[in-house]
Nanobody, 125 residues
Framework: QVQLVQSGGGLVQPGGSLKLSCTTP????????IAWFREIPGKEREGVSV????????YHADFVKGRFTISRDYDKNTVFLQMNSLKTEDTAIYYC??????????????????WGQGTQVTVSS
């Protein structure tokens, strides 16, 4: 069910940065773990990063660790994914997803109640 609103993304050169945002006007995100997934054509959707619902603990997949940072702004009811040192292999459609009372682990896709509409990130020279 698409109820999260994503923004950001676009075209960037290798080594560049982008920032994705995920929010909703319908409910507070505080009680949800928010994860970012990405989908490359021909491959399964894979988990990238997640921030827990309670203590702000975060997890980043090894392939983005040290380059991507997930964060939460409670005032703005928004979760961000700051992506630095982007590589061509980061090119994908990125989705945010909300899991009620979740912890900082990537869960199976069907455990997420709400999804964003997806946003294209293209890393190319």
């Amino acid at each position: 069910q698409v109820q999260l609103v994503q923004s950001g993304g676009g075209l960037v050169q290798p080594g560049g940065s982008l920032k994705l945002s995920c929010t909703t006007p319908r409910f507070r995100l505080d009680s949800y773990a928010i994860a970012w997934f990405r989908e490359i054509p021909g491959k399964e959707r894979e988990g990238v990063s997640v921030i827990s619902s309670s203590d702000g603990e975060t997890y980043h997949a090894d392939f983005v660790k040290g380059r991507f940072t997930i964060s939460r702004d409670y005032d703005k009811n928004t979760v961000f994914l700051q992506m630095n040192s982007l590589k061509t292999e980061d090119t994908a459609i990125y989705y945010c997803a909300a899991q009620p009372w979740g912890i900082a682990t990537i869960r199976p896709l069907d455990e997420y109640d709400y999804w964003g509409q997806g946003t294209q990130v293209t890393v190319s020279s």
